[in-house]
């Protein structure tokens, strides 16, 4: 009898494994579009564990030498939205022709107005006129200089002086902070304000609205074939 009962407790103990088994198959199998079994993670202590894994997405991209090959590769996204972003308290959107088209602009303008080859500096909050700033000094062969729009106004001025930034370009938040800046500093010839939002000081020559040089660099491109250069 206790022979027997041994063999009835075996035979149910691996009964009860292969049903384990084969619900952790049907898991395995179900999932496996999305998922893999990692058998490195599931020699676990704890018995009947088997640990399943996210599949890693390969990521397919097209390489890119230079902006020029940037901007040809958002426009092949045609209007799919680039960008969500909030300018005041409305929300805007930006799709990919339109940002590489500010790109291509925004150099073309850079070029008009005597910076291309020059360095260009960039403060304020993330947005797309900020990355298309800094892709648009390199385009026209320049160096663009980001900066940190935490930093303390005299520390900034500090900065551009030792980089010689011969123009900068910023968001509203940076738009009051810079109004002693603009009639004193040594080296920025232009500043650039992406919005005139609560700007005291438009009116003085060294201030260019970031609309009107992308609008200068329109035309430059339409009268004069204007092409990226790098």
């Known amino acids: 009898?206790?022979?027997?009962?041994?063999?009835?407790?075996?035979?149910?103990?691996?009964?009860?494994?292969?049903?384990?088994?084969?619900?952790?198959?049907?898991?395995?199998?179900?999932?496996?579009?999305?998922?893999?079994?990692?058998?490195?993670?599931?020699?676990?202590?704890?018995?009947?564990?088997?640990?399943?894994?996210?599949k890693k997405t390969p990521r397919i991209y097209t390489p890119a030498k230079d902006v020029r090959d940037l901007t040809h590769i958002f426009k092949a996204h045609g209007a799919k939205v680039a960008f969500r972003y909030y300018r005041g308290k409305q929300l805007l959107s930006m799709s990919y022709r339109e940002f590489a088209d500010l790109i291509t602009s925004l150099a073309a303008g850079f070029e008009q107005m005597g910076l291309a080859g020059k360095r260009i500096a960039v403060i304020g909050e993330s947005c797309p006129q900020w990355i298309a700033t800094y892709l648009a000094a390199i385009a026209c062969g320049g160096a663009a200089i980001p900066m940190d729009k935490e930093v303390a106004v005299p520390e900034l001025e500090g900065f551009m002086t030792f980089a010689e930034a011969d123009a900068v370009v910023y968001t509203s938040c940076m738009n009051e902070k810079f109004k002693e800046t603009v009639e004193n500093h040594p080296t920025v010839k232009?500043?650039?304000?992406?919005?005139?939002?609560?700007?005291?000081?438009?009116?003085?020559?060294?201030?260019?609205?970031?609309d009107d040089i992308v609008a200068l660099g329109q035309k430059h491109i339409h009268d004069d074939h204007f092409a990226l250069k790098t």
């Open 190 to 210: 232009y500043f650039i304000p992406v919005s005139t939002e609560k700007l005291s000081y438009l009116h003085s020559e060294k201030v260019k609205e970031f």
């Open 1 to 54: 009898v206790k022979i027997s009962d041994k063999l009835f407790s075996l035979g149910e103990n691996i009964e009860n494994a292969m049903e384990k088994i084969h619900f952790a198959m049907d898991i395995i199998q179900s999932f496996s579009h999305e998922y893999i079994y990692d058998k490195q993670a599931s020699r676990s202590p704890q018995k009947g564990c088997i640990m399943l894994v996210r």
